[in-house]
C-alpha cells in the first residue's frame, strides 16, 4: 500500500487504528473462550473484516443509523455500541444489550443509532432503508447505513430496498461486505458475475469497489457516500473486497471442510486489515511500537472487565420470559 | 402525545339502531377514510402507504384523496415489492413514524411475511424492549365474484399463530373506524385484516375521533341458551342466525371477537359459562384455524360448562375454487351456523 496520510489528522489514524486493533481483540478473546461454552450463542466472528466497519463508521455520528446482521460484532463496536452490554449478551445475561433475549446475531444500542441486527440474510437491509425513510420524512440530519454480505446480496430485499431509496432518494448507504462465502458456498456459485448494481446510472446511485481490507480505502469510499446523503442527493452503493478467514459460525479455522484451500485462507490471513494498517502506521511514523503497545494493553484491561461484567451479571429469571411481548 | 386527547375504550352503544334515523351514518369505507383522515391530521408521524392508495379507486376508498389534503409525501403509492416495503415501513417506524401499509388482500402479505413475521413482529421481544414497531398492516379478505384461490385467502389463522403481532377484525363501522385509530395509536405492529363482504355497511359512526380497545371482545347479543363466537364479517352471518333462533324461542349470546390477538379469552368462557353451548364460525379454513384455537381454550378452561360438544362453522380445507356453484359450497353463512347450532341444541 503506497498511501500518503500526511492529509489526515493524527487522531483520526490513530482512532481507526484503534476500533479496528479492539475489534480484532475482542473477538479474539470471544474466541479463545468459546470451547467453554459459557457463551451460549451461535457466534459469527468478523476477523479480517475489521476496516469495513471501521473505516465506515468513522464518517458516521453519533445519531447516524447502522443496520447490521448476524455477523455484527464490529459493526456494532465501531458505531460506539458498548462493550461490556455486548459480551454480557453473549453470556446471556440480563445485562446484555438486548437483556439476553437477543444473542449474538441480534444486537443493539439505540444510543449510538444501532437499531437492531437481523439473523435474517438480507432482513435488515429493508429496515436499514425504512430508517432512510423516516430521517427523510422528519427532515433529519442523519444518514441510514446497512452493512450485508454476499448471500444478502442474491437476495431480492436488496433490489426492492435499492429501487426504492433511489426513488425517494433517501439517505442511505449500502456497504456490500463481500467476503465471498456464505457458510461453505463461494459467491461465484450464486451470482452471474460482478454485482449488477455496478450498472446502476451515476446520478441515481454512484457505486464503486474498494479493497475491503484497506481501511483507508473504505473511509474514503464512504466519506463520499455520507457527503452525498447529507446533502440529500440520495443513495450509494460501496462494495467491500474482503474475505472471511474463519469458519462460517463458531471459534477457529473450518479449512478441514474442504470446500477451499488451506493456501487461501493464509493468503487471506497475510492481508489482515489490521496489521497491514500498523505497518503502514509504524513506516510513516504516525505511531511507534511502544504506542501500540498501549493501545493492546488499554484494550486488554478493557476486555478483561467486560468479560467479569458479563461472568458476574444476573441471568435472565424464568419468570419473566413473557416481558417484552408487546409495548405498552 | 397527541392520541392521549382521544377518547379510549369507547364501546358501539347499539349493534343494531337500524330504526333510529337521527344517528350519523357512514359507509364501511367512509368509516375508515375518516379515522385515516383524522390520524393525519392528528399526527405527523403517521403516513399512509400501499399499491393504488392515491388512485381513484383509493383502496376500496378509505383513503379517498387524502393524498391531495396531506400531499404525496404522506400519502404514497409503493411499488410490488411488499416483503422489503413492510421492511421499510418497519424501518420508519423503529425511526420514528407511525406507518399504515394497506394491501388489497392478505394473499399479498405472503410475500411480506419476512419481514412481519420474522423482523416487525420479532423486533421488540429480540432486543429486550429496546426497540419498538409501530405500524399498522390492512388488508381485505376478497370473497366472492370468482377471485379464485390468490385472491380471497382469510389468513388470521395463520397471523393468529404469530407471538408479538397484534391481529384485529372489525365487523362494524364503528369498529373499523375505532380500531383503525386505535392501531394507529398501539406501539405494536397491528395487522387489520377486513372483510369485502363488510364493505356493504353502513352504520353508526360518531365524528369525533375515538378508539375501540384492541383485545376486547363485545356481546352482540345477549342469550342464555348457546353461544356464537365469531369474527368480522361471520358477525353478521351469526347475528342472523340468532334472530332466526329468537323466533323459536332460542336466545344465542353473540359474541364479536373484533381482536384476535390478544385474545379475549374472559368474555367467551364468561358466555360459555352461562349457556353451556359453543359455536364458533370463522371464515377461514378449520384446520388449525382460529375455530380450533377457540375450541382448545375452551377445551382447557372452561370443559366443566360445556353441556354439548363444540361445533365450529369454517371454510373447507380446501384452496378457493372460482366458479359460483363451487363457491356456495366452500363459504359458510348463516345457515350453516342455524343447522350446526340446532344440533348442538339437539332441536331440528
Ligand atoms: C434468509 C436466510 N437464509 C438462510 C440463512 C442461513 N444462513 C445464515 S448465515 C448464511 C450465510 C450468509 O452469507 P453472507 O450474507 O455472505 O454473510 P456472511 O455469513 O458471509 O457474513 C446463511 C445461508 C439465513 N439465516 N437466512
Not at chain 1, 137 to 146: L, P, T, W, Y
Not at chain 1, 148 to 154: M, W, Y
Not at chain 2, 131 to 152: D, E, F, K, T, Y
Not at chain 2, 156 to 175: A, E
Request: proline content about 4%; overall charge neutral.
Amino acid at each position: 500500500m503506497t498511501m500518503n496520510l500526511k492529509k489526515y489528522p493524527h487522531k483520526l489514524l490513530v482512532k481507526l487504528y484503534f476500533d479496528m486493533l479492539r475489534i480484532n481483540k475482542v473477538q479474539l478473546h470471544i474466541e479463545s473462550l468459546y470451547h467453554l461454552d459459557e457463551m451460549k450463542t451461535p457466534i459469527h466472528l468478523s476477523i479480517g473484516q475489521e476496516a469495513i466497519a471501521v473505516g465506515v463508521c468513522a464518517n458516521l455520528r453519533q445519531n447516524d443509523y447502522i443496520s447490521s446482521s448476524h455477523r455484527g460484532h464490529g459493526h456494532y463496536l465501531a458505531k460506539g455500541g458498548d462493550l461490556k452490554r455486548l459480551i454480557a449478551e453473549l453470556y446471556c445475561r440480563e445485562t446484555g444489550c438486548s437483556k439476553g433475549r437477543g444473542g449474538s446475531m441480534h444486537l443493539v444500542d439505540t444510543s449510538v443509532g444501532h437499531m437492531g441486527s437481523s439473523s435474517i440474510v438480507g432482513g435488515g437491509i429493508p429496515i436499514g432503508t425504512g430508517l432512510g425513510l423516516a430521517t427523510q420524512m422528519k427532515a433529519e440530519d442523519r444518514v441510514s447505513v446497512i452493512f450485508f454480505s454476499d448471500g444478502a446480496a442474491d437476495e431480492g430485499a436488496l433490489y426492492e430496498s435499492i429501487n426504492f431509496a433511489i426513488l425517494k432518494k433517501l439517505p442511505v448507504i449500502f456497504v456490500y461486505e463481500n467476503n465471498q462465502f456464505a457458510v461453505c458456498s463461494h459467491v461465484s456459485a450464486r451470482q452471474a458475475g460482478e454485482i449488477i448494481f455496478h450498472k446502476t446510472p451515476h446520478d441515481a446511485m454512484p457505486s464503486q469497489a474498494v479493497n475491503g481490507n484497506s481501511v483507508m480505502d473504505v473511509y474514503e469510499a464512504t466519506k463520499q457516500a455520507v457527503m452525498r446523503a447529507r446533502q440529500k442527493s440520495g443513495p450509494s452503493f460501496i462494495e467491500c473486497k474482503t474475505y472471511r478467514v474463519r469458519g462460517h459460525a463458531g471459534a477457529g479455522s473450518d479449512e478441514k471442510l474442504g470446500y477451499r484451500t488451506a493456501e487461501e485462507i493464509r493468503e487471506w490471513e497475510a492481508k489482515c486489515p489490521v496489521r497491514a494498517f500498523s505497518e503502514i502506521l509504524l513506516r510513516d511514523g504516525v505511531l511507534n511500537e511502544t504506542e501500540i503497545q498501549i493501545m493492546e494493553e488499554t484494550i486488554d484491561c478493557e476486555i478483561d472487565e467486560a468479560f467479569r461484567f458479563a461472568q458476574r451479571s444476573p441471568l435472565p429469571k424464568p419468570e419473566d420470559v413473557t416481558k417484552y411481548l408487546f409495548c405498552d | 402525545m397527541p392520541w392521549t386527547k382521544i377518547k379510549s375504550d369507547v364501546n358501539e352503544p347499539n349493534y343494531y339502531l337500524e330504526s333510529d334515523e337521527n344517528i350519523r351514518r357512514l359507509s364501511y369505507s367512509e368509516a375508515i377514510r375518516e379515522a385515516m383522515d383524522q390520524a393525519l391530521e392528528l399526527d405527523q408521524r403517521v403516513f399512509i402507504m400501499g399499491q393504488g392508495v392515491d388512485d381513484p379507486g383509493a383502496m376500496f376508498g378509505t383513503t379517498l384523496n387524502l393524498h391531495k389534503k396531506y400531499g404525496s409525501q404522506r400519502v404514497f403509492d409503493t411499488p410490488l415489492a411488499e416483503n422489503a416495503l413492510t421492511g421499510i415501513a418497519t424501518g420508519a417506524a423503529i425511526g420514528g413514524m407511525r406507518p399504515v401499509y394497506f394491501h388489497n388482500r392478505p394473499d399479498f402479505l405472503f410475500l411480506a411475511m419476512d419481514q412481519l413475521v420474522n423482523h416487525a413482529s420479532k423486533w421488540y421481544y429480540m432486543f429486550g424492549g429496546a426497540v419498538n414497531v409501530p405500524i399498522v398492516l390492512w388488508a381485505c379478505i376478497g370473497r366472492g365474484w370468482g377471485s379464485a384461490a390468490q385472491h380471497s385467502q382469510a389468513l388470521q389463522g395463520l397471523f393468529m399463530h404469530i407471538p408479538g403481532l397484534k391481529l384485529i377484525m372489525p365487523s362494524t363501522c364503528y369498529d373499523a373506524k375505532g380500531l383503525m385509530l386505535s392501531a394507529i395509536a398501539d406501539n405494536n405492529p397491528v395487522l387489520i385484516i377486513e372483510h369485502r363482504l363488510n364493505f356493504r355497511h353502513k352504520g353508526f359512526v360518531p365524528e369525533t375521533p375515538y378508539r375501540v380497545p384492541i383485545g376486547k371482545g363485545i356481546i352482540r347479543k345477549q342469550g342464555k341458551d348457546i353461544t356464537f363466537v365469531a369474527i368480522s364479517h361471520m358477525v353478521t352471518e351469526a347475528y342472523k342466525a340468532a334472530e332466526e333462533l329468537s323466533k323459536e324461542g332460542i336466545e344465542a349470546e353473540v359474541i364479536d371477537l373484533r381482536t384476535l390477538r390478544p385474545l379475549d379469552e374472559e368474555i367467551i368462557l364468561r358466555s360459555v359459562s352461562k349457556t353451556g353451548r359453543l359455536l364458533i364460525a370463522d371464515c377461514g379454513w378449520k384446520t388449525g384455524g382460529i375455530t380450533a384455537e377457540i375450541s382448545a381454550l375452551v377445551a382447557e378452561k372452561g370443559f366443566e360448562f360445556l353441556k354439548a360438544p363444540i361445533r365450529r362453522v369454517a371454510c373447507q380445507d380446501v384452496p378457493t375454487p372460482s366458479g359460483y356453484t363451487l363457491e356456495e359450497a366452500f363459504y359458510v353463512g348463516s345457515n350453516d351456523i342455524l343447522n350446526a347450532a340446532r344440533e348442538i341444541l339437539q332441536i331440528r
